[in-house]
């Protein structure tokens, strides 16, 4: 963990949405709180978009190939490490 936190214990928590967390610079406060809201809105826009064309439709166009496009991006980096 080159760039990380100087040191982790068993004490420090790291959370990748907690601006506070020991794991981000002070000057990325404000990128982390702004990720923090675009994930809640995209979220929302998910829900939303869910009630209109229904929760069947959302798995089968978002999340299917969205598991399928992060399993390839992973097993590329993998295969590449």
Do not use: K
């Not at 068993?10 to 967390?21: G, L």
């Not at 610079?25 to 709180?33: E, H, K």
């Not at 978009?49 to 980096?77: A, C, D, E, K, R």
């Amino acid at each position: 963990d080159v760039t990380g936190p100087p040191a982790h214990d068993e004490i420090s928590w790291v959370n990748h949405f907690n601006p506070y967390c020991a794991y981000f610079p002070t000057t990325m406060t404000n990128f982390v709180v702004l990720s923090d809201i675009a994930l809640i809105g995209w979220i929302w826009c998910l829900c939303r978009i869910s009630q209109l064309i229904g929760l069947v439709n959302i798995i089968f166009y978002y999340f299917v190939p969205y598991l399928i496009v992060n399993h390839w991006l992973v097993m590329i980096t993998f295969l590449q490490h």
